[in-house]
């Protein structure tokens, strides 16, 4: 079974009273912290709990040491997936207002715990969901506690001073998820220094959608890594972004194009900033 899986509205619709099905609202909006919760209580999915970034799928940041969204303690966050009801078996769905990189966050966290079935992105989001023309629900679940169990995969984590010791070597490939302005240094709206790490290639997540908001197919995806991996094993891929969530939406589209689990450098440029010894690099 594949690790990135898409569940459009129409087989979500169908499935909601699916016995072991976990659904998570995974809105957030950097700019405003309250606004996914503030959303949920409004209106979400039926069957659907909230998933905060800072809450529950972050940990503690740590000014001038780690990124802004550092991975969660491995053991807080299993506590949190059995408050969800997830067992090893549940069928579990994501979704956010649409781009899909909160979403991709739990997917990638899921994973990186060992849960990697049954675990789907709602393509398109909520934006979809309403499109599709299904409604909303102020009603929360009643939730029989989970029993998941798992282990952090370290494999797919990177430490700045692990990625550090391999920039420059030739089998390395390294995906930067923002904007190509941001990653240029021509704009940098949220951390202190503008710029790129050196020797990583910009793949902007938005370019990973269609017009409508939807994931592209899998074959259009796996051209567009193929590009930027050149023939390099997929095997040395590493992703980052500014905060460590939108490169799990590079990883996400990675999985969906048939390439292996790749790596996230997850403290990402906001964390590698904190080291000025740490190289910049601007332009393409």
Request: glycine share 14%.
């Given at each position: 079974m594949p690790v990135a899986q898409l569940i459009s509205p129409q087989a979500l619709n169908e499935r909601q009273a699916h016995p072991g099905l976990v659904i998570l609202d995974c809105r957030f909006a950097l700019e405003d912290p309250d606004y996914g919760h503030s959303s949920y209580v409004e209106g979400h999915i039926a069957g659907a709990q909230f998933a905060d970034l800072k809450r529950h799928l972050s940990g503690p940041m740590i000014k001038g040491v780690t990124g802004r969204h550092p991975l969660p303690e491995p053991s807080a966050l299993l506590e949190q997936l059995r408050v969800w009801g997830i067992n090893k078996d549940s069928d579990v769905v994501l979704y956010d207002d649409g781009p899909g990189a909160f979403a991709a966050r739990a997917w990638w966290l899921?994973?990186?715990?060992?849960?990697?079935?049954?675990?789907?992105?709602?393509?398109?989001?909520?934006?979809?969901?309403?499109?599709?023309?299904?409604?909303?629900?102020?009603?929360?679940?009643?939730?029989?506690?989970g029993t998941f169990d798992g282990q952090p995969d370290s494999h797919l984590v990177l430490s700045a001073e692990q990625l550090q010791a391999r920039l420059g070597q030739p089998g390395l490939t390294l995906i930067d998820a923002r904007a190509k302005p941001r990653f240029r240094g021509e704009v940098e709206p949220i951390d202190p220094i503008a710029g790129h790490i050196p020797g990583a290639q910009c793949a902007a997540f938005n370019e990973n959608l269609d017009s409508s908001g939807r994931f592209l197919p899998a074959e259009q995806l796996k051209q567009r890594?193929?590009?930027?991996?050149?023939?390099?094993?997929?095997?040395?891929?590493?992703?980052?972004?500014?905060?460590?969530?939108t490169a799990c939406h590079n990883l996400f589209a990675l999985g969906l194009a048939g390439y292996p689990l790749g790596k996230l450098y997850a403290g990402s440029w906001s964390e590698w900033i904190n080291d000025p010894a740490r190289g910049v690099a601007t332009g393409d």
């Open positions: 899921l994973a990186w715990l060992g849960k990697r079935d049954g675990v789907f992105i709602l393509d398109g989001g909520l934006k979809a969901w309403h499109a599709a023309g299904f409604k909303l629900t102020t009603d929360e679940p009643d939730v029989v506690p890594f193929a590009e930027q991996l050149a023939g390099r094993s997929p095997d040395e891929l590493v992703a980052y972004c500014g905060s460590g969530v």
